[in-house]
T-cell receptor, first 116, second 113 residues
Framework: DTAVSQTPKYLVTQMGNDKSIKCEQNLGHDTMYWYKQDSKKFLKIMFSYNNKELIINETVPNRFSPKSPDKAHLNLHINSLELGDSAVYFC???????????????FGPGTRLTVL | RKEVEQDPGPFNVPEGATVAFNCTYSNSASQSFFWYRQDCRKEPKLLMSVYSSGNEDGRFTAQLNRASQYISLLIRDSKLSDSATYLCVVNLNYGGATNKLIFGTGTLLAVQP
């Protein structure tokens, strides 16, 4: 069974469009994340939710809006897509976000977004 | 200065070689440390945590020097299957329910037959 799944795997779209990426985890984790990996392979956190509550919001344009309907799902909606949004977007989850140590983060397979 | 710095490589080594990767981090408040592995066009996966006393997992040895803010990974007897990008990762804990993983840009290892 897939632990962290994302859909779609590939997304090719025109500038200006609005698109969504979905993420689901079946690990019973409390915390979920969205990361962006750019063309230089730099992986950077965008958002983190703990039990449906937003706890990390990095300096991300407000065209990006995460939504967590329940703690097993964290979706990412992107409005008015720009060329610079082209990247691989990874969802991840972990058992808990707090405390002196971090439990392992499990990543989804990634969504490769190409904006034309 | 980047928060986590690594030599991007590539490191091209023959099978059976020993290879070492280094990483430095800038935030002394970093609390926990990891090496993740990322295969080409795949997601990152945890390779091992890094403890202050150093730790070993089979052919892999990780070391941490908090005073120098330096982390290392040693791979002995390299296998073709070790070819991947190795990501140095530090955790910043802001208290309560807020942890943040900071990733280095990764070091590419290519093990040659």
């Amino acid at each position: 069974d897939t632990a962290v799944s994302q859909t779609p795997k590939y997304l090719v779209t025109q500038m200006g469009n609005d698109k969504s990426i979905k993420c689901e985890q079946n690990l019973g984790h409390d915390t979920m994340y969205w990361y962006k990996q750019d063309s230089k392979k730099f992986l950077k956190i965008m958002f983190s939710y703990n039990n449906k509550e937003l706890i990390i919001n990095e300096t991300v344009p407000n065209r990006f809006s995460p939504k967590s309907p329940d703690k097993a799902h964290l979706n990412l909606h992107i409005n008015s897509l720009e060329l610079g949004d082209s990247a691989v977007y990874f969802c991840a989850s972990s058992h808990r976000a707090g405390g002196p140590t971090t439990d392992t983060q499990y990543f989804g397979p990634g969504t490769r977004l190409t904006v034309l | 200065r980047k928060e986590v710095e690594q030599d991007p490589g590539p490191f091209n080594v023959p099978e059976g070689a020993t290879v070492a990767f280094n990483c430095t981090y800038s935030n002394s408040a970093s609390q926990s440390f990891f090496w993740y592995r990322q295969d080409c066009r795949k997601e990152p996966k945890l390779l091992m945590s890094v403890y202050s006393s150093g730790n070993e997992d089979g052919r892999f040895t990780a070391q941490l020097n908090r005073a120098s803010q330096y982390i290392s990974l040693l791979i002995r007897d390299s296998k073709l299957s070790d070819s991947a990008t190795y990501l140095c990762v530090v955790n910043l804990n802001y208290g309560g329910a807020t942890n943040k993983l900071i990733f280095g840009t990764g070091t590419l290892l290519a093990v040659q037959p």
